[in-house]
């Protein structure tokens, strides 16, 4: 797979090299929502995308129908069990970086993006697994005012990888 991916930018192409950055869906329900999750790492470059445990993957009909092709330019892959795959990944030499509410999170605005991240999001109602949260390097979240304490995983990835993307421009 070529490694140079075509943005457009103030109406202006640019050739642009991936980032390094792995996206871990843990278990995500919805295939639609992964569909969208792989337009955004489609939109804004990153690596890979992993799909595991029932995460839906492509070829899906749900899956294709939100995606609109951009399945076609990312790699990805399909591991079995997501903490196996967390540990895969951090043994490649990526910190993991958990989009998850926890006591210790700390807002995405507080955090030092690069390179080199494995980032999880996790299962809409169950979020991502105890295993996971552990060996986070980093955990992160976004802050909300509003009676609900969750927004549905694809625009909350959206955020994050916005803001991941925001700290290389």
């Given at each position: 797979?070529?490694?140079?991916?075509?943005?457009?930018d103030d109406g202006k192409n640019e050739r642009l090299e991936k980032l390094d950055i792995i996206v871990l869906l843990d278990n995500l329900r919805s295939a639609y929502n992964v569909?969208?999750?792989?337009?955004i790492v489609d939109a804004f470059g990153f690596k890979e995308i992993c799909f595991t445990g029932v995460t839906a993957c492509p070829p899906h009909k749900k899956i294709?129908?939100?995606?609109?092709?951009a399945e076609k330019y990312i790699e990805y892959r399909y591991i079995r069990d997501s903490y196996s795959a967390a540990i895969h990944y951090k043994n490649k030499g990526y910190k993991?970086?958990?989009?998850?509410?926890t006591n210790v999170s700390k807002t995405i605005w507080a955090n030092d993006y690069g390179e080199g991240y494995c980032i999880v999001v996790g299962n809409e109602a169950l979020g991502i697994r105890d295993e996971i949260l552990n060996i986070s390097d980093e955990i992160?979240?976004?802050p909300?005012?509003?009676f609900k304490n969750s927004i549905n995983v694809s625009n909350a990835f959206g955020m994050l990888a916005y803001?991941?993307?925001r700290f290389f421009r």
């Amino acid at each position: 797979m070529d490694n140079v991916i075509q943005i457009k930018d103030d109406g202006k192409n640019e050739r642009l090299e991936k980032l390094d950055i792995i996206v871990l869906l843990d278990n995500l329900r919805s295939a639609y929502n992964v569909g969208n999750i792989i337009r955004i790492v489609d939109a804004f470059g990153f690596k890979e995308i992993c799909f595991t445990g029932v995460t839906a993957c492509p070829p899906h009909k749900k899956i294709m129908k939100t995606a609109m092709g951009a399945e076609k330019y990312i790699e990805y892959r399909y591991i079995r069990d997501s903490y196996s795959a967390a540990i895969h990944y951090k043994n490649k030499g990526y910190k993991i970086l958990s989009l998850e509410r926890t006591n210790v999170s700390k807002t995405i605005w507080a955090n030092d993006y690069g390179e080199g991240y494995c980032i999880v999001v996790g299962n809409e109602a169950l979020g991502i697994r105890d295993e996971i949260l552990n060996i986070s390097d980093e955990i992160v979240e976004i802050p909300m005012r509003g009676f609900k304490n969750s927004i549905n995983v694809s625009n909350a990835f959206g955020m994050l990888a916005y803001e991941i993307v925001r700290f290389f421009r």
